[in-house]
């Protein structure tokens, strides 16, 4: 059963559209009530490339982090945003705890109601 907070193996897709790359992503919600279509955020080890202030770092030492099902310290990539079939989302791995989900879909709730 899918839900948001999983964290799931999938292709997600490269920002100019040339391919895909088989990673982990977060699933943050259900995007249609009509449809098996999931808002889900890229999942990476590069730290260093996180947007400061926005995305989530999960460390080892996190409560949450075993949990995860991830290998090494990562960073949820809230810049990096896609709506994929539910039927894509293949070979959950994991999951986060619900408060960092929700601090999540806050911090993403905050950033979409900003002007540019």
């Known amino acids: 059963?899918?839900?948001?907070?999983?964290i799931?193996?999938?292709?997600?897709?490269?920002?100019?559209?040339?391919?895909a790359k088989l990673r982990p992503v977060l699933m943050l919600r259900?995007?249609?009530e009509r449809f098996d279509d999931w808002l889900v955020c890229m999942v990476s080890s590069q730290i260093e490339q996180a947007e400061a202030?926005?995305?989530?770092?999960?460390?080892?030492?996190d409560p949450d982090f075993a949990a995860s099902g991830l290998?090494?310290?990562?960073?949820?990539?809230?810049?990096?945003?896609?709506?994929?079939?539910?039927?894509?989302?293949?070979?959950?791995?994991?999951a986060i705890d619900d408060a960092r989900?929700?601090?999540?879909?806050?911090?993403l709730a905050r950033w979409i109601g900003e002007a540019d």
């Open 71 to 94: 290998k090494a310290p990562s960073v949820l990539r809230l810049s990096r945003l896609a709506v994929l079939q539910g039927n894509l989302l293949a070979g959950s791995i994991g």
């Open 30 to 32: 259900r995007a249609s």
């Open 8 to 19: 799931v193996l999938t292709p997600f897709p490269h920002t100019d559209l040339s391919g």
């Open 1 to 6: 059963m899918k839900r948001a907070g999983q």
């Open 53 to 61: 202030g926005f995305d989530e770092i999960l460390l080892l030492g």
């Open 101 to 107: 989900l929700l601090r999540i879909r806050q911090r």
